[in-house]
């Protein structure tokens, strides 16, 4: 079947971010986010790649998808055999500018996550999968006198960036708050130093970056139609959606996907879902080759009657996830680091249900490199 001649995306832009290009925006068709804050978007023609403000960014977001792929650029980023590795060490940081930050998820999430572009102008390019260290301004409160410590964030955009220029990056961060043990109030002097810092920056702010760094959780490309189970907790999905815009999205030549990705993401709630419209497009465009499966522990219950957790989906779907990994599936683990027991306790019962032992199984997907694990 050809596919439909699709030839705009539209382009959400961040509230607060450059008026110009807010102004732009409302000549354009109007687009929801979950009918949540977003102002309308900018059009980019998929055809020319030019955003039709005449900006020299394109400013793109988080809900971008289109069944025909993406023209990307510059083709050289194909060329490497190895990773780019720490390019840029926290005694040299790269300065780069932070384009847009905006609020992606809705008013009932508790806490709040950001999707935040950086123009690194092309200086540090990096492959999916990998993360960027971040040096937030100001004096280690540890250290008095020494400049704040890096702190890591896996990379939310494939190797182009949102741009499709090879020009920026994009993180997704969650806003780290402190509440007091006792009252139970917020303490915002104990707030977390670097991801407010990102949440709070303004378009054209200067952020200092180091890396890219990681291997673990590169996405292995040798064959185009392997099988890739993906599962994440929350901002665990940021390397993923790395991935799954390489897949679906991006038309990148030495890479056609034809195999199978499978999303698990467990969020708290409806409200907390990341990405959601772009991974439902993969869905539309792609039922053959993506699957989405979603826990939402505050709003689902589990076949005991308990919260539904990720490992609880996986469970679900157990037969088939292990009929997978025998064939050679890659399983990815992206989240905080809580999320990893649970799981491993779900993969170790079922694996004895069938008569299997969970340590031999793991240590041949190891050896295998059929398992990769990112967690925080
Ligand atoms: P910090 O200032 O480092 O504080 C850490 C925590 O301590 C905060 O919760 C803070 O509220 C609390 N705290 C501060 N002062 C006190 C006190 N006096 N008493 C008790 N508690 C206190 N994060 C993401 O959001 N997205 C990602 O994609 C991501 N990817 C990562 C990838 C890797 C490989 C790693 C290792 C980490 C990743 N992280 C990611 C986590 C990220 O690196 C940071 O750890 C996180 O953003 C918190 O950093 P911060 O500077 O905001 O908090």
């Given at each position: 079947?050809?596919?439909?001649?699709?030839?705009?995306?539209?382009?959400s832009v961040p509230v607060g971010s450059?008026s110009?290009i807010r102004?732009?925006a409302?000549?354009?068709?109007?687009?929801?986010?979950?009918?949540k804050l977003w102002t309308p978007?900018?059009?980019?023609?998929?055809?020319?790649?030019?955003?039709?403000?005449?900006?020299?960014?394109?400013?793109?977001s988080?809900?971008?998808?289109?069944?025909?792929?993406?023209?990307?650029?510059?083709?050289?980023?194909?060329?490497?055999?190895?990773?780019?590795?720490?390019?840029?060490?926290?005694?040299?940081?790269?300065?780069?500018?932070?384009?847009s930050v905006e609020r992606?998820?809705?008013?009932?999430?508790?806490?709040?996550?950001?999707?935040?572009?950086?123009?690194?102008?092309?200086?540090?390019?990096?492959?999916?999968?990998?993360?960027?260290?971040?040096?937030?301004?100001?004096?280690?409160?540890?250290?008095?006198?020494?400049?704040?410590?890096?702190?890591?964030?896996?990379?939310?955009?494939?190797?182009?960036?949102?741009?499709?220029?090879?020009?920026?990056?994009?993180?997704?961060?969650?806003?780290?708050?402190?509440?007091?043990?006792?009252?139970?109030?917020?303490?915002?002097?104990?707030?977390?130093?670097?991801?407010?810092?990102?949440?709070?920056?303004k378009p054209?702010?200067?952020?200092?970056?180091?890396?890219?760094?990681?291997?673990?959780?590169?996405?292995?490309?040798?064959?185009?139609?392997?099988?890739?189970?993906?599962?994440?907790?929350?901002?665990?999905?940021?390397?993923?959606?790395?991935?799954?815009?390489?897949?679906?999205?991006?038309?990148?030549?030495?890479?056609?996907?034809?195999?199978?990705?499978?999303?698990?993401?467990?969020?708290?709630?409806?409200?907390?879902?990341?990405?959601?419209?772009?991974?439902?497009?993969?869905?539309?465009?792609?039922?053959?080759?993506?699957?989405?499966?979603?826990?939402?522990?505050?709003?689902?219950?589990?076949?005991?009657?308990?919260?539904?957790?990720?490992?609880?989906?996986?469970?679900?779907?157990?037969?088939?996830?292990?009929?997978?990994?025998?064939?050679?599936?890659?399983?990815?683990?992206?989240?905080?680091?809580?999320?990893?027991?649970?799981?491993?306790?779900?993969?170790?019962?079922?694996?004895?249900?069938?008569?299997?032992?969970?340590?031999?199984?793991?240590?041949?997907?190891?050896?295998?490199?059929?398992?990769?694990?990112?967690?925080?």
């Open positions: 079947m050809a596919h439909s001649a699709v030839s705009q995306v539209y382009v450059d110009s102004r732009s409302f000549k354009t068709p109007y687009v929801s986010f979950r009918d978007s900018l059009a980019l023609d998929l055809k020319t790649k030019k955003v039709q403000s005449g900006r020299q960014y394109i400013v793109c988080v809900q971008q998808a289109a069944k025909q792929k993406v023209a990307v650029s510059p083709l050289v980023l194909e060329d490497a055999k190895e990773p780019p590795l720490n390019l840029y060490k926290p005694k040299e940081p790269y300065t780069a500018t932070i384009v992606i998820v809705g008013p009932k999430a508790p806490g709040e996550t950001c999707h935040i572009v950086i123009d690194h102008d092309g200086t540090v390019p990096y492959w999916e999968g990998q993360s960027y260290g971040v040096i937030p301004p100001g004096e280690n409160p540890k250290k008095p006198g020494a400049p704040n410590n890096v702190r890591l964030y896996s990379i939310a955009s494939s190797r182009y960036g949102d741009s499709f220029d090879g020009k920026t990056t994009s993180l997704c961060v969650r806003r780290a708050v402190y509440y007091d043990t006792v009252t139970g109030k917020e303490d915002p002097s104990k707030k977390g130093i670097c991801s407010n810092f990102l949440c709070d920056s054209g702010d200067k952020v200092k970056i180091t890396g890219p760094s990681g291997k673990i959780m590169l996405l292995p490309e040798d064959d185009p139609n392997a099988t890739h189970i993906m599962v994440a907790t929350g901002t665990g999905v940021a390397p993923y959606r790395g991935y799954l815009r390489r897949m679906f999205m991006e038309n990148v030549p030495t890479y056609k996907f034809g195999g199978l990705a499978w999303l698990f993401l467990g969020v708290a709630n409806t409200d907390s879902l990341l990405y959601h419209d772009e991974f439902n497009k993969y869905l539309q465009d792609y039922p053959d080759n993506f699957r989405y499966d979603l826990a939402l522990s505050r709003e689902q219950k589990n076949k005991n009657g308990g919260k539904m957790y990720v490992q609880d989906k996986i469970e679900e779907y157990s037969d088939e996830i292990f009929k997978l990994l025998d064939g050679g599936a890659h399983i990815y683990f992206c989240g905080l680091k809580g999320m990893m027991p649970g799981i491993q306790e779900t993969l170790k019962r079922v694996a004895e249900e069938r008569g299997e032992s969970w340590e031999e199984k793991l240590a041949k997907l190891k050896k295998n490199k059929q398992w990769h694990v990112e967690v925080y």
